[in-house]
């Protein structure tokens, strides 16, 4: 990725221009997931800038804003596991393709069919 996204994020390309509207509803169903509470905190968001696309973790969004952030090797790990989760869909091509040994494993992401969506509280941690 080039100075665009400072290294923040991870590049895809869209497969069709719908693409971003389901890839955003997506993310709302993507994170980590409390069963205690059913909660689903999301970890990523899309980001669209000058006609390219990331998929960035919401402390990556703070840190675009200005903001001191602490983000783990777990959060960008989670981050990577859900990119590759969403081109594994189809939804979008990973512009650099990702390591195994930088994913998350896939129990460490929770991700909610859309038909469980009711069920849960959905928040977010990074308001668009």
């Given at each position: ?33 409390s069963f ?71 129990h460490e ?20």
């Amino acid at each position: 990725m080039n100075d665009l996204f400072a290294g923040k994020g991870v590049e895809i390309n869209l497969i069709e221009e719908d693409d971003f509207l389901v890839i955003k509803e997506s993310l709302t169903r993507m994170g980590i997931g409390s069963f205690k509470t059913k909660t689903l905190y999301q970890s990523c968001h899309i980001l669209h800038k000058q006609g390219r696309y990331a998929i960035v973790h919401f402390k990556e969004m703070f840190a675009f804003d200005g903001r001191e952030v602490d983000i783990s090797e777990s959060d960008y790990r989670r981050r990577n596991r859900i990119a590759q989760i969403l081109s594994d869909w189809g939804l979008c091509d990973l512009v650099a393709p990702i390591t195994e040994d930088t994913l998350a494993a896939p129990h460490e992401v929770k991700v909610l069919k859309h038909a469980d969506k009711a069920d849960w509280t959905l928040e977010q941690k990074y308001d668009l």
